[in-house]
């Protein structure tokens, strides 16, 4: 039986539209086309994932410094707070 993950993946390679809300960055599925940060209800960041998913937007939208990476053997991302 196919992961949430791939059947969310197979719904956008097939065109379907997907709207996920989260607070867990590192489930957003790369085949995303485009990220909406939101804070307080007002969006704040808007753009491709290679434009939003970055260690500065991030810690700019938490106000903190994070450090998003993705490991070479891996498909996920991981967020981490230093």
Not at 41 to 52: H, L, Q, S, Y
Request: proline residues 5%; contains cysteine.
């Amino acid at each position: 039986m196919p992961s949430a993950d791939d059947t969310l993946r197979d719904l956008c390679r097939h065109g379907t539209t997907l709207v996920q809300v989260t607070h867990r960055i590192d489930t957003i599925i790369p085949e995303m086309k485009r990220v909406l940060f939101l804070d307080k209800g007002r969006i704040v960041g808007d753009g491709t994932p290679a434009e939003m998913l970055t260690s500065t937007k991030l810690s700019a939208l938490y106000g903190t410094s994070l450090t998003w990476w993705k490991p070479m053997v891996s498909t996920k991302y991981f967020l981490e707070n230093f």
